[in-house]
């Protein structure tokens, strides 16, 4: 579960506003204003809403506690900007591009991230960047505009500060100021321009690579999720994400994959335990299983994995909090739900997730058997990247 204090999203530190309850809903206007520019136009037909998840901890708000309506409400679309000026007028900016809600991705997490891929980049800190110093003078200022190249859902922009201000703090210069002209979470086209960069030309130059490649692969994620979150509109079931994250990544790529619509599962080993084979045939059964997470972490909710009609009765017998139902083709999934909520009246509603083999294709034909969840570990380790760059305008 994240805290105000482990939050990304308006860290003081950084220049952003800091919301004293990240988990709530957001106040009016929120820290985009009260006035926001006029909404997106869908790029073809009919284009569902932005979903915004409540992700406040799993075991409250997230996919296996609270309530149904908890978890989605409509997010507004922001104004378009394309090329280098607006096509509506922007009336509010902002110095915090979090989705709007959100707590955002663990701070100390992202600090780590950055500083491992400034040093990749500049050597060991304060490290050099050999071009730039050589031909870029100290005192130079200039602006940047973060310009999108393909449609997609923008996602990562809350970590461009962080960038910015380990690189400037490297580099003994002025930490430059971003003004955010959408939130993450926000559709995006080609051409639109997301936030203007304006400070020293150096620290621009030595982030860009840095910033892009965390916005892109936060972006990417975001766009492949929303695929799904779309597929999935009107079913009443919700895409999961999973720990196949990059290593190191793992709280902004699942930041990024509630930027797109979708929900996060446990954050790591630590607090949800899973029940899967190799546990069953150390534990000697699936009973075994659950009693030993039970007695050792009564504080944890206890998900079990089966594979046959069967097993659900044996992973309900034996008090699982919700079902991982695992390679099942739809008829399988149909009759493991029927068996389930038969049980209902003696053991409430116990939340069921679909996974493996699982398509866009399949998805609503998927959601019909009546799961509440279905997992798909590609949205973080096949989503290709959203093309993002950083124009320096002339005379900069």
């Known amino acids: 579960m994240l805290t105000p204090a482990g939050s990304r999203c308006g860290s003081p530190a950084h220049g952003g506003p800091h919301h004293d309850?990240?988990?709530?809903?957001?106040?009016?206007?929120?820290?985009?204003?009260?006035?926001?520019?006029?909404?997106?136009?869908?790029?073809?037909?009919?284009?569902p809403a932005l979903v915004q998840r409540s992700v406040t901890g799993l075991l409250r708000d997230g996919p296996f506690g609270g309530s149904r309506g908890d978890r989605e409400r409509p997010v507004g679309r922001r104004g378009?900007?394309?090329?280098?000026?607006?096509?509506?007028?922007?009336?509010?900016?902002?110095?915090?591009p979090c989705l709007p809600g959100d707590p955002g991705p663990d701070a100390a997490a992202v600090a780590r991230v950055v500083a491992a891929a400034l040093d990749?980049?500049?050597?060991?800190?304060?490290?050099?960047?050999?071009?730039?110093?050589?031909?870029v003078d100290a005192a130079t200022r200039g602006t940047a505009d973060v310009a999108i190249r393909a449609d997609g859902v923008v996602a990562g922009l809350v970590v461009v500060a962080e960038v910015l201000a380990q690189v400037a703090d490297r580099l003994d210069l002025a930490r430059p100021e971003a003004t955010w002209l959408v939130p993450d979470g926000t559709r995006v086209r080609a051409g639109d321009v997301v936030g203007r960069l304006t400070g020293p030309v150096q620290v621009l130059l030595v982030a860009e690579r840095t910033l892009l490649n965390l916005v892109s692969r936060a972006s990417g994620v975001a766009t492949h999720t929303r695929r799904w979150a779309d597929a999935l509109a009107g079913t009443g079931a919700q895409v999961l994400d999973t720990r196949k994250t990059t290593p190191g990544l793992r709280a902004l790529e699942k930041y990024a994959v509630r930027c797109g619509g979708g929900t996060n599962k446990r954050m790591g080993l630590h607090d949800v335990a899973m029940v899967k084979d190799n546990h069953v045939v150390a534990a000697g059964s699936v009973a075994g299983a659950v009693a030993a997470v039970r007695a050792a972490f009564p504080d944890v909710a206890v998900q079990v994995e089966v594979d046959r009609p069967e097993q659900a009765d044996e992973a309900l017998d034996a008090g699982a909090d919700f079902l991982l139902l695992d390679n099942m083709d739809d008829a399988t999934l149909r009759d493991t739900v029927a068996r389930v909520r038969a049980r209902a009246a003696a053991t409430g509603h116990v939340d069921l997730e679909a996974t493996g083999n699982l398509t866009l294709d399949r998805a609503a034909a998927v959601a019909a058997t009546g799961v509440d969840f279905l997992s798909v570990g590609a949205l973080t380790h096949s989503s290709p990247i959203l093309d993002v760059a950083l124009d320096l305008r002339a005379g900069s």
Do not use: K, M
Not at 22 to 47: C, F, I, M, R
Not at 80 to 96: E, F, N, Q
Not at 120 to 135: I, N, S, Y
């Open 80 to 96: 378009r900007v394309t090329g280098r000026r607006a096509s509506v007028p922007l009336v509010t900016t902002s110095t915090d």
């Open 120 to 135: 990749e980049d500049l050597g060991a800190a304060p490290g050099r960047d050999v071009t730039t110093q050589a031909t």
């Open 21 to 47: 309850e990240p988990h709530g809903p957001v106040p009016p206007g929120g820290p985009w204003g009260s006035v926001v520019p006029a909404p997106l136009p869908p790029p073809s037909g009919d284009e």
